[in-house]
């Protein structure tokens, strides 16, 4: 199949050279011409305005906007809106705000244009692992792209099949899922979000806990000077905690034990606030994933090396700077 990708950033190219090596075409456009410079030489067609992107395109044309979430996706999205045809499909790939999803499909909707919001996880290893996608928006739409997102999913791999899963979607096995309409991929990819900090909180407080066992604070007979990197090393080996986020604390801490290259100031990118926002407006309580989000608040003034593990692992999975001190 074809597809057009806006914005080849971390992700958005990455996103395009998989799918290149699974035979399908891409065009492709950046407002950095070194960007699309660097995607022609491996194959995608190069375009220099939205307007000859959108011709470049056969129809239905199937457009993917891979942008940071708000005015930027916003904006591109309007003018889409003027530039494509009815039947065509635009993709929020981006972490959006489901709220946006709801109203740019149904401005969309007005002009026959099918719209589709693509919670897009992997990060920076996305190429080579695939790309976990919550998909939402016009299910139709979605059964069309049915091989460019099967072409970027992990595949089943050599994960064990969950027992009882009889007669259900099998497509969810091999990493991607359709989740309901508009709004619903993005919905779902923000609670996974919000839960990513949870997780990472609890990884990132034991392994302060087990620095600091070896502390003054700590009686002489009972200080353990503990090698946090192979810790991390063993849990990865058949322990219940063994996970992704475990595996890329252990690469951060094999390179670099005390993790000197970090301060500790952590950034969050929004879905971890519009969960809780959810969970509000829910009624539901969120204890853990409220305190990880206070405490990113909390690292831009004090940071600790449980922050520190906190960057190392944004780094790892995304490519992610450290937030900026003030």
């Known amino acids: 199949m074809q597809l057009g990708m806006i914005g080849l950033g971390r992700m958005g190219g990455n996103i395009v050279r998989r799918l290149m090596r699974a035979g399908h075409s891409c065009v492709v456009y950046d407002k950095s011409d070194e960007a699309v410079r660097a995607l022609a030489g491996e194959g995608a067609a ?20 891979m942008l940071p979430a708000g005015a930027i996706t916003h904006g591109t999205i309007v003018e889409l809106s003027g530039l494509l045809e009815p039947g065509d499909i635009l993709i929020d790939g981006g972490n959006s705000y489901f709220h946006d999803d709801v109203a740019h499909a149904e401005m969309l909707r007005e002009k026959g244009i099918r ?64 989740c309901g309409p508009a709004g619903a991929g993005h919905y779902v990819k923000m609670v996974h979000n919000g839960i990513e900090y949870g997780i990472m909180q609890a990884f990132a407080e034991g392994f302060d806990i087990l620095r600091n066992v070896n502390s003054p604070a700590v009686p002489e007979n009972r200080r353990y000077k503990l090698d946090l990197a192979d810790i991390a090393e063993v849990w990865r080996r058949g322990s219940v905690v063994s996970s992704w986020l475990l595996d890329l604390t252990a690469i951060a ?17 929004g879905e971890g606030r519009w969960t809780i926002l959810a969970a509000i407006e829910q009624a539901v309580p969120a204890d853990v994933l409220s305190a990880a989000l206070y405490t990113r608040f909390r690292s831009r003034q004090d940071h600790t090396f449980a922050e520190k593990i906190l960057s190392a692992m944004r780094r790892e999975f995304g490519g992610h700077q450290e937030a900026p001190q003030g």
């Open 46 to 65: 190069p375009s220099h305005d939205l307007a000859e992107f959108v011709r470049q395109l056969d129809k239905p044309r199937a457009v993917w906007v």
């Open 115 to 178: 719209y589709l919001d693509v919670g897009t996880s992997g990060g920076i290893w996305g190429l080579e692992r695939g790309y976990c996608m919550m998909i939402g928006g016009d299910k139709e739409a979605a059964d069309h792209l049915d091989p460019i997102f099967a072409a970027l999913a992990p595949g089943r791999g050599s994960i064990d099949a969950t027992p009882h899963r009889d007669g259900r979607d099998p497509r969810v096995e091999k990493g991607y899922l359709y």
């Open 253 to 269: 801490l094999a390179g670099d034990p005390e993790l000197k290259e970090f301060t500790g100031s952590v950034a969050d990118s």
